[in-house]
């Protein structure tokens, strides 16, 4: 069976419906419009919010066709950039391949960044592609995805809220949150204390029973860093998560060396496998976070899970139980203990918490959400989603 096409196609359906205003009168702003820190905090211009200067190129999908009529979708993020690569450069040079034969497809698309990377935006378009074969496989053989990676490794998923609502989220039921951090290096030492004023107060009102996380978000130096991380030793954090620039391997060696009794976490902006392989290696992380949109899609992460239970490292995929295709990873790796809920699938807590608004993720039709912080993804074929090949439009760029 071969591919037939491989091309760029409208997700409308990804777009949230604003016709109905009334949950956004009832809730808080999203954590992203508060103060978060993170590598643009220094400028003044950009330090109020993330979304203030990060590109607003829209999601959209992938979609492959085999010859016989099968057909499997992905979801893409980046836009125009990625769908470009996907329909003038990786898309044509795959048509006539086996869609079976997906690994060797993936080292294909990684070759073939050579010229230019094989990470960033070439690495949004692997996993797009990557995806939507897996999609297409699960279709052809009647099979959820997770049955295919040899099936379930657990009965199901244990699964932690990220986001500042953290009283909400007690009420949802989850059993471990992680916090935003909202002050970095260049909010000096007033910033400093309200990190760890924020941290005690999360602490106090959930108790000892729940655990905490922080997300720094590529928003410290080494000396910031290792600052917080002891006067925080209290709160008893059971990770501090992409503390560093990313691409500082040598930064994060010498954060693992000055503060040896924190859980260190980092990979959602690593792509490809290498990375990965170079962080086992040195022992640079003790979790691992791959995107498996962004890092090379299932083939990636499959891949990652090996090399890290070899080193034993956890795996923890960033924002895993946002997507199906998370889920799927999530339920059938034994290396991955734990999955990540957020926002959309959470949506934003109301103003008054009283009133429990739970808003499912609509822009996944067919995709299960957390109950209590457990959830069982779709056993529906492919990644179940459920969606109609006649709504998808050429995307237009």
């Not at 999609?135 to 986001?163: M, N, W």
């Not at 949109?293 to 891949?303: D, E, Q, Y």
């Amino acid at each position: 069976m071969k591919i037939k096409s491989i091309r760029a196609v409208s997700a409308d359906f990804l777009k949230p419906d604003k016709s109905d205003d009334s949950i956004s009168k009832k809730s808080r702003p999203s954590w992203n419009d508060r103060p978060v820190a993170n590598p643009m905090t220094r400028y003044p211009r950009y330090a109020k919010s993330r979304p203030s200067w990060m590109p607003n190129w829209e999601n959209f999908g992938c979609l492959i066709e085999a010859d016989d009529g099968n057909w499997g979708f992905a979801v893409a993020n980046h836009g125009k950039p990625v769908a470009t690569i996907i329909n003038e450069y990786l898309g044509p040079r795959l048509i006539g391949e086996n869609c079976m034969a997906i690994e060797k497809i993936y080292d294909m698309m990684v070759r073939m960044g050579s010229p230019y990377g094989a990470t960033g935006l070439h690495s949004y378009a692997v996993s797009a592609i990557d995806l939507a074969l897996w999609d297409l496989k699960g279709k052809i053989l009647e099979r959820p995805v997770y049955e295919l990676l040899g099936g379930p490794a657990h009965d199901e998923l244990f699964c932690y809220s990220t986001g500042g609502d953290t009283d909400w989220y007690m009420e949802l039921g989850f059993k471990a949150t992680k916090l935003p951090c909202q002050y970095g290096p260049a909010d000096g030492l007033d910033g400093l204390k309200k990190n760890i004023e924020f941290i005690a107060n999360a602490r106090e009102s959930i108790g000892d029973n729940v655990e905490l996380m922080l997300d720094c978000w590529m928003g410290f130096d080494i000396e910031y860093a290792v600052r917080l991380s002891e006067e925080l030793r209290p709160f008893k954090l059971k990770w501090m998560e992409d503390i560093l620039n990313p691409d500082d391997y040598d930064a994060y060696a010498e954060l693992r060396r000055r503060v040896p009794w924190q859980t260190l976490a980092t990979g959602e902006h690593w792509y490809t496998t290498v990375p990965f392989q170079h962080a086992a290696s040195k022992h640079l992380v003790d979790v691992m976070q791959p995107d498996i949109n962004w890092v090379g899609g299932m083939t990636a992460i499959v891949k990652i899970c090996a090399i890290a239970e070899a080193a034993n490292i956890s795996v923890i995929p960033h924002g895993g139980g946002n997507t199906p295709y998370g889920q799927h990873a999530c339920f059938a790796l034994p290396a991955i203990p734990w999955t990540e809920c957020s926002s959309p699938i959470l949506g934003v807590a109301p103003k008054d918490k009283t009133e429990k608004i739970y808003r499912s993720n609509k822009i996944f039709p067919g995709m299960p959400v957390p109950k209590d912080s457990k959830m069982v993804p779709s056993n529906a074929p492919g990644f179940g989603l459920e969606i109609d090949k006649g709504d998808l439009k050429p995307y237009k760029y």
